[in-house]
């Protein structure tokens, strides 16, 4: 395949003023057309984006110029969209989370084996430079003995998917799942214990979401995570991995640059910043992660050897058992 890999966007979430400035950095890609649930929303969104074409979902997923989709829309409706494209023979970029469970992701790799096409949640955190570099220093600082991470923020708009229970919002699946993968990332195991609590329905506002949440997971050698998520509590998005000979620290680990290494009475700063190749577009990583799907695609590649469909699965499995315990059900399930 010598020509650039062609994307369709499919949906016109808000998350595209900042995915956008990441495809604007590749070379290796054109986006043919954007679609969405009206076609008002998706003129707006290729006007703003100089996007050639305007589609509805159905006229989308039969266009045979289109390579793989991307799927920027509320969790509630990925794996409805995914599932269709995937039946039209699409490849598909959907973003996290996946799905709203578990059982939702296995019904979506069923699909994507059944049409024999790519796959994959768009976790860009996996994909940055200085991943690599957390990942060779981990034996400087001996055996990791505990993980910790909070990833929150504040909303204060009441009205937002965030607050809603129908739209499967809260804390856990928003920003609590980045906790979950960094945590996985490094220690590249499943918790045998994890427990924790929520904060729902406690003002006047009534949520029925989890508004923010800690937990602990425990490992097979002892291992620990510690993490929190809130979207009504801001917290520093710092990561810290603890060893036996020293520790990390990440700032904003959930779109990694920096890595602080200590080691005794030495400390060492790595960097790895985002390249940016235009004049006031700065592009926060998004880039990463579609150049690895661009070359997935050119290498006729199912599944992503990175972001693979078992870690999508031990993720949302692990959002599904922290949910039980808070009794935390969505009324699509």
Not at 312 to 318: H, N, W, Y
């Amino acid at each position: 395949m010598n020509r650039k890999i062609r994307w369709g966007l499919l949906g016109a979430g808000k998350i595209l003023d900042r995915w956008m400035k990441g495809a604007r950095q590749i070379d290796d890609m054109e986006i043919v057309a954007v679609a969405s649930r009206t076609r008002e929303s998706a003129a707006k969104t290729a006007e703003k984006f100089q996007i050639p074409e305007v589609l509805t979902y159905e006229e989308m997923l039969v266009r045979k110029d289109i390579d793989i989709v991307y799927i920027p829309v509320p969790h509630t409706a990925h794996m409805e969209l995914a599932m269709k494209a995937m039946e039209a023979g699409k490849s598909v970029l959907v973003e996290k989370p996946a799905g709203i469970n578990a059982q939702q992701w296995e019904k979506m790799t069923e699909c994507a084996k059944k049409n024999q096409v790519f796959l994959m949640e768009a976790v860009w955190t996996r994909f940055f430079p200085i991943m690599k570099e957390i990942e060779a220093h981990l034996k400087d600082i001996g055996d990791v003995r505990v993980v910790s991470t909070n990833f929150s923020f504040r909303n204060d708009e009441m009205d937002s998917r965030l607050m809603d229970l129908s739209r499967a919002g809260g804390s856990l699946l928003d920003v609590g799942v980045y906790d979950l993968h960094f945590t996985k990332m490094i220690l590249k195991k499943e918790p045998v214990l994890l427990s924790g609590v929520a904060s729902m329905d406690t003002d006047e506002h009534h949520l029925q979401v989890d508004e923010q949440a800690a937990w602990i997971a425990q490992y097979d050698k002892g291992e620990l995570g510690l993490m929190c998520s809130a979207v009504r509590t801001d917290m520093i998005d710092t990561a810290y991995i603890y060893g036996t000979k020293g520790h990390m620290v990440i700032p904003q680990f959930w779109k990694p640059w920096q890595l602080q290494l200590t080691v005794g009475d030495k400390t060492e700063v790595i960097e790895k910043p985002v390249p940016q190749k235009i004049a006031g577009m700065e592009d926060e990583g998004y880039q990463f992660e579609i150049a690895h799907v661009n070359q997935c695609i050119r290498d006729g590649v199912k599944e992503s050897p990175v972001m693979t469909w078992e870690e999508t699965a031990s993720i949302l499995k692990q959002c599904d058992r922290l949910r039980k315990q808070w009794n935390l059900k969505y009324p699509q399930e």
